[in-house]
């Protein structure tokens, strides 16, 4: 059977290149562009690499016209639906749903692991008490290759597996030691009697003063959120951790460049800035006016929470929280809050708006996660450490996917270079 190709011709030489194309199991197929510069001495210019799939990949699919997502050829609804944060992150790292014995082993490695080495803890309090979680985060993740410098051998399966465990299970303390940081609050050693999310709260809001019981729901919706945020192929961090470890750095820092490209508006910090766009709005009767501002060409304000690069139909993850989102403010009887009323509202009014509909701008998963994690008493400055701690798994599944990747190069676009062309320079007397 011969292979599909695509014939490509310089206007001016003539010269031919064939690209052949290739399929994947689902999606669109690809044009392997890789000879057209040997062949005719071209690039392709794809800004924000909109259509350019930079690696071949077996972990997550998405098609955004249907609205589908799943992980390892799991719907994410069903995971949802049937699953646990921590089988998820088996399941993303090994390629397989585990069997009982399987996850039990994984959960108490992943509990063994949630400590951080006191040293590290001290690095904290050479930050300002109002330095943003996020750059805390980041520095401190960054620092890891510091301590744990035992097994950043990139080329040795079991140095990948023992760091792939150790940011699992150390990120929530790490976010807990920035959040207790900025409070001034002793910081709460880890509970590995607690699962993944209700450690996680233990660690946020206990003090040593007094008793703490982790609250159910809120326990059930962070496990539900980072299901809904463990991995979405080639987003922007994604893309960043891919390839800073392109070039053979330590994974930990590969994994806080993600964390800095996370931090974003446009990217993850658009559930901090759902917050502070809400509380900037105020009260219902101002809504009319800041919808006509995300509309006005003019004015330079987005509906934070609404859009997205891929999903120009809806987010099956946005589907799934804005039902958990409904339910949590009624369990925890925040429905008549002023703020969530404001966010119910803003919903249904952008839903039924003809921009919005017309330009297919739904409200996208960080437009809830947000409203959530705020009915939780998550501080707003939290929030895009949240998704951190859940997306880390998905960096951490790409960075190994790519470390084993026989096509796998340094990561290194070209450009269309529009600047100068060569000319002399010129002595400074004479400028
Ligand atoms: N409010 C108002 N108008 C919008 C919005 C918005 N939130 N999002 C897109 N538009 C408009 C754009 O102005 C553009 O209009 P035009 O066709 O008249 O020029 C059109 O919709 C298409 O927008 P693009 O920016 O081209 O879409 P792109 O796919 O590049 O951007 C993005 C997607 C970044 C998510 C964008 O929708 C946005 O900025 N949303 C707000 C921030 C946000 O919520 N980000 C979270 C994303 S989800 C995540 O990272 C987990």
Request: proline share 5%; with cysteine.
């Amino acid at each position: 059977m011969s292979k599909k190709t695509y014939l490509l011709q310089d206007p001016e030489t003539g010269k031919r290149a064939e690209l052949e194309v290739r399929d994947g199991t689902l999606g669109p197929s690809v044009v392997d562009i890789r000879s057209l510069y040997g062949e005719l001495g071209a690039f392709t210019y794809d800004p924000g690499f909109a259509s350019t799939a930079s690696c071949e990949s077996t972990i997550t699919f998405i098609d955004g016209a249907k609205g589908l997502l799943m992980y390892r050829g799991y719907p994410v609804n069903q995971l949802a639906e049937k699953s646990s944060f921590l089988e998820v992150c088996y399941l993303l790292l090994h390629g397989e749903l585990p069997a009982t014995d399987e996850l039990e082993t994984f959960e108490t490695t992943i509990g063994t692991h949630t400590m951080i080495n006191e040293t590290m803890l001290r690095l904290f309090n050479g930050f300002h008490h109002d330095a943003h979680p996020m750059a805390m985060v980041a520095g401190v993740v960054a620092s890891m290759s510091a301590f744990y410098h035992d097994t950043t051998d990139i080329n040795n399966p079991h140095h990948r597996d023992i760091f792939a465990h150790r940011i699992v299970a150390k990120m929530p303390t790490i976010a807990a030691a920035a959040y207790k940081h900025s409070l001034g609050q002793p910081f709460m050693y880890p509970r590995n009697d607690l699962n993944y999310a209700q450690n996680l709260l233990h660690m946020f809001f206990a003090v040593p003063a007094a008793e703490y019981e982790v609250n159910p729901i809120a326990a059930e919706a962070i496990d539900l959120l980072f299901i809904l945020h463990a991995d979405h192929e080639q987003n922007c961090s994604t893309s960043t951790v891919r390839m800073a470890g392109s070039s053979g750095a330590n994974p930990y820092s590969a994994i806080a460049a993600g964390i800095a490209a996370l931090w974003g508006p446009a990217h993850g910090g658009a559930n901090e800035a759902v917050l502070n766009m809400l509380e900037e709005i105020g009260s219902v009767d101002r809504i009319q006016k800041y919808i006509a501002k995300a509309k006005d060409k003019d004015d330079s304000f987005r509906l934070m929470g609404f859009g997205h690069r891929v999903y120009k139909n809806h987010d099956p993850r946005a589907t799934i929280i804005r039902e958990v989102c409904h339910k949590v403010l009624k369990d925890l009887g925040r429905v008549d809050s002023p703020l969530f009323e404001l966010a119910l509202k803003l919903e249904e009014i952008a839903l039924k708006d003809e921009y919005f509909v017309e330009k297919k701008l739904y409200p996208n998963v960080d437009f809830y996660s947000g409203i959530i994690y705020r009915a939780l008493g998550i501080p707003t400055s939290m929030f895009t450490v949240m998704f951190a701690i859940a997306r880390t798994v998905g960096w951490v599944t790409h960075w190994r996917e790519m470390i084993v990747d026989p096509d796998g190069r340094i990561s290194r676009p070209r450009q269309l270079y529009i600047g100068p062309a060569a000319r002399d320079y010129t002595d400074i007397d004479k400028r």
